[in-house]
């Protein structure tokens, strides 16, 4: 069984910054997709950044130069990277990642974080 452990969350002020990881650990030979998913209270979950196998990354437009997705695959750990935090940051994030468990597998597999707290206010 896989799971997903988040580390970091906090609050920061307007304009600092804050740093969050996500490890997988269980039966995995692959993670084709890794990343962030945030939800802010009334508003409805959504994707942050993805980290593709390969190298390939994605980000969301509200958050697109200010945040940053990285991946250690040794570790099956991604990381966020988010400077110049805005008071519109305030979520819930969520780590996501699609498991591959075997090299024949076809299937792939969703899994979520417990999610961890980012809070931005002055």
């Known amino acids: 069984q896989v799971q997903l452990a988040e580390s970091g969350g906090g609050l920061v002020q307007p304009g600092g910054s804050l740093s969050i990881s996500c490890a997988a650990s269980g039966s995995i030979f692959s993670i084709p997709v890794m990343g962030w998913y945030r939800q802010a209270p009334g508003k409805q979950r959504e994707l942050v950044a993805t980290?593709?196998?390969?190298?390939?990354?994605n980000y969301a437009d509200s958050v697109k130069g200010r945040f940053t997705v990285s991946r250690d695959n040794a570790k099956n750990t991604v990381y966020l990277q988010m400077n110049n935090l805005k008071p519109e940051d305030t979520a819930v994030y969520y780590c996501y990642a699609e498991i591959q468990y075997t090299a024949t597998s076809m299937s792939r597999f969703q899994y979520w974080g417990q999610g961890t707290q980012v809070t931005v206010s002055s």
């Open positions: 980290s593709i196998t390969g190298g390939s990354t």
